[in-house]
């Protein structure tokens, strides 16, 4: 059985069941409409990014079941396997795009991917590179940045 779902920007996609299932918003709507061909409309997932989410929907279809209780930040961190991480090597648009759709569809093993690439990304970065990266502005003064430095010295 294939399962309809339509991006916010209104491209269709025909998915399996089982691979879009490992969503939870998907299997919540399948399983309230059981008779029907009602597609599922992802108001807040773009064409481009549900493509990547259901690359990646294929390639763990035969994964067990995803468990909150099986998985710990640590286990996860040593335990990416190498298609995930070439995976999750995108630009920084797209990695942010798949992390926020993994959320609002409750992908939680991609959720948690997306979170590792933007650490990644942010390793090792400076304050200045890390709010260029996100597009924040500075928000301090040079005033408020030099009474931080007289109250909080560098760490060493």
Same mark, same amino acid.
């Given at each position: 059985?294939?399962?309809?779902?339509? $991006? !916010?920007?209104?491209?269709? /996609?025909?998915?399996?069941?089982? +691979?879009?299932? #490992?969503?939870?918003? =998907?299997?919540? /709507?399948?399983?309230?409409?059981?008779?029907?061909?009602?597609?599922?409309?992802?108001?807040?997932?773009?064409?481009? $990014?549900?493509?990547?989410? +259901?690359?990646?929907?294929?390639?763990?279809?035969?994964?067990?079941?995803?468990?909150?209780?099986?998985?710990?930040?640590?286990?996860?961190?040593?335990?990416?396997?190498?298609?995930?991480? %070439?995976?999750?090597?995108?630009?920084?648009?797209?990695?942010?795009? +798949?992390?926020? !759709?993994?959320?609002?569809?409750? +992908?939680?093993?991609?959720?948690?991917?997306?979170?590792?690439?933007?650490?990644? =990304?942010?390793?090792?970065? !400076? !304050?200045? %590179?890390? @709010?260029?990266?996100?597009?924040?502005?500075?928000? /301090? $003064?040079?005033?408020?940045?030099? #009474?931080? @430095?007289?109250? #909080?010295?560098?760490?060493?």
């Amino acid at each position: 059985m294939a399962i309809k779902l339509i $991006t !916010s920007d209104n491209q269709e /996609f025909v998915v399996d069941d089982k +691979i879009a299932a #490992q969503s939870e918003l =998907v299997e919540t /709507f399948l399983a309230e409409h059981k008779e029907g061909d009602d597609p599922l409309h992802l108001t807040n997932v773009d064409g481009e $990014t549900l493509k990547k989410i +259901i690359e990646y929907c294929e390639h763990h279809k035969d994964d067990k079941p995803y468990a909150d209780e099986y998985y710990d930040a640590c286990e996860l961190a040593a335990a990416t396997d190498p298609w995930d991480e %070439e995976f999750i090597n995108v630009e920084h648009n797209m990695l942010f795009n +798949i992390l926020i !759709s993994a959320n609002y569809m409750i +992908i939680k093993p991609l959720l948690n991917l997306g979170c590792k690439g933007v650490a990644n =990304v942010i390793k090792g970065k !400076s !304050s200045d %590179e890390i @709010r260029k990266i996100f597009g924040i502005e500075e928000d /301090f $003064t040079e005033e408020d940045k030099e #009474q931080i @430095r007289k109250e #909080q010295p560098p760490l060493e």
